[in-house]
């Protein structure tokens, strides 16, 4: 757009607001034409990112209630009691467009303000997780995006000294212009010390601690999170906020404090929108209004406007609502922590939203209702099945693999091929740059099916694991989303978790293609379905719409963190490795047993992209048996009556088997009898489906736990040796050696990294 | 004898304290968190410096911290000769107050390192004097700056009064000789990069670190005997 051009556009528009939400801001204000100042606030707080307005209508369909809830979606963070007093505080978020921007500090603000989100709630940042996506590592450029998000969660998590516990990654070709950096974090808190984000009490003072205010982040929600990327996307980078991980450790500190010594009244971070969003919604949040003297924020660099103070994105910054009493206190609070902080604003009965030049008595710059803000508009988008979705559905990807390799009987090669394609390979690469030990609560480490935490005052286990298959959904939103729930679920019930809430970041392509908002309703009501059918609340979540890159849309990719619990921490906790000798027994619900069930499919699968076969129907499941089959996996390894457990995922029960024999250094003799193909038999995914390593004395009492018709448990072998044996169907498909398995699948990743 | 107190000085930016705290309970000790403005150090049998990132890493790991006003009174105790561990940051930290020769530079494959690493007893300190020499220990690293360095002369001291405490068997930061620890001439004075509180309970899977921190409670008894009460 030239200068010309853009002087002939009027503001408004400029800063993404249309005609239609301008007429309802004006009448907001009855019949007056905001000015500057006011239109700038409204532009981000009406944005995509920060009001939902495409997707509110859908997210109030999620079942949200659940005894163990304390606080539901809305607030800073959903948080539920996990016994002895003690609650946990869950969250998770996007950084998709700042990351694609710039990767470093848009992943590493990524982890700043989801942990401001957390201990806002009153609530110690214990731990996070990362969901993150990229193209193929062949490009340079997303090398470049790779290392820069993992460096930036690194760098940030470790110094701001929350450990980064798990995670996942999938490198596709979708992502390749789009990135995804989602990140989910955790805290806990004694159920005293919860807060919530309201401003009450006339005569209140705000007071405004961490950094100080400059030009970063200006518009980071509004230009970046809510439009599309293009070749100009580039020019964006001043957006992207800059972290500073130390000054957010000393707000986490000088915050609990805080709340600890109760010195405050509401917390809130500042995050999109800035001051603007911080100060009316913690004032509309307490049915108050609140004056805010804009001379009195300190500031970074000097000439600023206004509008640029209310809407900046600087990191590091929260806002306490305080009692005059309290001020002293606070300030000294402050000092010992060494945070900055002013006293910016005050909490009145006005129901305004009111800016004053420099001091209350001076200029009033802008005047709106507290609640206009972040009472942004709704809408009901055009929502339009894909009709292609008939056509690409009807595809068999499964007999056209079949055909492929009608003359193979040895898949030594495939193996190990998708062993080392990157979305499968070992992530140490990654995990090893996180702290993943800090607090010494770590029982189950990065690389497991989930994280296991002990809670230092509780004696339940806290089991997180985040997931979110994209290609599932790509091929049918509805059934996509079940099986990405299930597969959290299946992933906590291997460490013995019962979930217990799940949280979820919506990652979807422009709102304004009905095709992007028919694939997020179907995700919504998919959610839906396993949430009630397993009573897992959803307790808070996040949408990012407009991820594409060039008018394409990314696969819909919705990403769950589910958390949950069990009794007691103590106790044998099976890993992924086997022992030499055990019955290795393949579990599985009996829907997906039989042949033509579609729970298990290449289509979406880790061998299906490796020939770039992008069509076919994503896993069909029966909810009720797959929960059914979790339940029991869930059983005996709390009960701690087997030695291992894996769920198989991604590249199947093959790439299921060797990363069990990886983590063990032993290998194993398996023979499969199916009456489906090879190629489905080793390679084909659908979740809910596990191989456990059971002690041959142990058999038989583990068997009977998977007595229940609903589940199907097959003795498919034997854990020992080191070599690596599959047959199907009495032809020997996989004949390899542990070592070989082992170095191809433990240095793909970083090889793919610095080729 | 009562138990012993151990402080556990927190600058901003340390993460560890609370780590340390729970283990030197752990160990039958009185965990003592101070911040880094307590001058006074009266009652305290021994310190642990816990590791993170004091005062953000900034300008140089350790350079800012060592002017806190905390750290002339753990040098005094130090002078006494009672026990000072640093561990991590806190390594850093002693090496910048020049309480421990040489310094720790960047790993040399430029990335932070979080993973279980295989050590080597040395000789006898207050963290080893329950280890035999030759011992080997899994414990587990975690940082960016962990690459010990020092000047010849500085080197040639550290072998010839025995002052190298543990080395890596599969140096993982490039760290000169393989050192993962060293201790001051008289032995009281000990600094690690090596984490061994989250390697002291069977519950995280690995238990190594715990003759560790309990030689160290050893040698804060020790020293309480040996100095006039």
Known sequence: ???????????????????????????????????????????????????????????????????????????????????????????????????????????????????????????????CLDSLRFGNLDDARTRYLTEGVVSGISGYGNAVGVPTIGGEVIFDKCYKGNPLV????????????????????????????????????????????????????ETKRPSVQVGDPFTEKKLIEACLELLESGLAVGVQDLGAAGISCATSETAAAGSMGIDVDIAKIHLRETGMTPAEIMISESQERMLAIVTPQNLDAVLGLAKKWEIDASVIGK????????????????????DVPVGALGDGPEYNRPNIRDTQLDDRQKVDTNNILAEKFSNTKNFNNETLKVLAQ?????????????????????????????????????????????????????????????????????????????????VNNLNFGNPEHPEVMNTFSEVVRGTSDVCLASSTPVVGGNVSFYNESNGVNIDPTPVFGVVGTRESIEGKIPGVAFNEDDVLVLVEPMSAKSSGSGHVTLAGSELATMFDLRDGMAPVLDINSSLKTCDAIRKVSYDGVISAVHDISDGGLVTCLA????????????????????????????????????????????????????????????????????????????????SEIKEIWSSALSQAIHQ | MSQSTIAIPVFPGTNCEADVAHAVTLFGGIAKVLYHDETNLEGIDGVIIPGGFAHGDYLRTGAIARFSPIMPA?????????????????????????????????????????????????????????????????????????????????????????????????????????????????????GLMPHPERASEEILGNSDGAEMLRSFMDAVVSSRMALPA
């Not at chain 1, 001091?359 to 710059?365: A, K, N, R, Y």
């Not at chain 1, 079940?482 to 679920?489: G, K, M, S």
């Not at chain 1, 250094?665 to 489906?689: C, K, M, Q, Y």
């Not at chain 2, 105790?77 to 026990?83: F, M, N, W």
């Open chain 1, 422 to 502: 990157p979305t499968i390979a070992s992530k140490a690469w990654i995990y090893s740059q996180y702290d993943h030990q800090l607090f010494l609560q770590t029982v189950v480490k990065p690389g497991a099916d989930a994280s296991l935490i002990r809670v230092h005052g509780a004696k339940a286990g806290v089991g997180i694991t985040v997931d979110g298959k994209g290609r599932w959904c790509a091929l049918d939103p509805y059934h996509g989303a079940v099986a990405i729930a299930i597969e959290a679920i299946a992933n906590l019930s291997c460490v013995g978790v019962v979930p217990k809430a799940l």
């Open chain 2, 74 to 190: 753990i040098e005094k105790l130090s002078q006494k000769g009672v026990p000072i561990l640093g561990v991590c940051n806190g390594f850093q930290i002693l090496c910048e107050a020049k309480m421990l020769p040489g310094a720790l530079q960047k790993n040399v494959g430029m990335k932070f390192i979080c993973q279980e690493t295989g050590l080597e007893v040395v000789s006898s300190s207050p963290i080893t004097s329950r280890l035999s020499q030759g011992t080997r220990l899994t414990i587990p690293i975690n940082h960016f700056e962990g690459n010990y360095t020092c000047d010849d002369s500085t080197y040639e001291n550290l072998v010839k009064n025995n002052q190298i405490v543990l080395r890596y068997t599969d140096n993982p930061n490039g760290s000169r000789d393989s050192i993962a620890g060293i201790c001051n001439e008289r032995r009281n004075v000990v």
């Open chain 1, 347 to 366: 909490v009145n009965n006005s129901q305004r939203f009111r800016i004053f030049r420099d001091g209350f008595d001076s200029e009033i710059l802008a």
């Open chain 1, 659 to 738: 990363e069990m024999s990886c983590a063990s250094s032993i290998g194993f003799d398996v023979a499969i009898e199916s009456n489906s193909e090879t190629t489905l038999a080793l390679f084909g995914e659908g979740p809910a489906r596990f191989v456990i390593g059971v002690h041959q004395d142990d058999l038989a009492k583990v068997m009977k736990e998977f007595s229940d018709p609903a589940i199907s448990a097959t003795v498919i072998g034997r854990a020992g040796n080191d070599r690596c044996k599959i047959a199907h169907d009495s032809d020997l498909a996989v004949d390899l050696e542990v």
């Open chain 1, 1 to 127: 757009m030239t200068a010309t051009m853009e002087n002939q556009t009027p503001l408004h528009r400029q800063l993404g607001l249309t005609d239609d939400e301008l007429e309802a801001i004006t009448q907001v204000l009855d019949s007056r034409a905001p000015n500057d100042l006011e239109l700038a606030m409204f532009s981000v707080m009406w944005s995509e990112h920060c009001s939902y307005k495409s997707s509110r209508q859908y997210l109030k369909t999620f079942p949200t209630q659940g005894e163990h809830v304390l606080v539901g979606p809305g607030e800073g963070a959903g948080v539920i009691d996990i016994g002895d007093d003690m609650a946990l505080a869950i969250r998770i978020e996007s950084h998709n467009h700042p990351s694609a921007v710039e990767p470093y500090q848009g992943a590493a603000t990524g982890v700043g303000g989801i942990i401001r989100d957390i201990f806002s709630m009153g609530a110690r940042p214990i731990a």
């Open chain 1, 182 to 233: 989602n990140v989910m974090a955790l805290g806990v808190l004694p159920k005293s010390r919860l807060t919530l984000a309201k401003a009450s009490g006339d005569g209140n003072l705000a007071v405004l601690l961490g950094s100080a205010t400059g030009r970063d982040g200006i518009g980071g929600a509004s230009v970046l999170a809510s439009a599309g990327f293009d070749e100009t996307s």
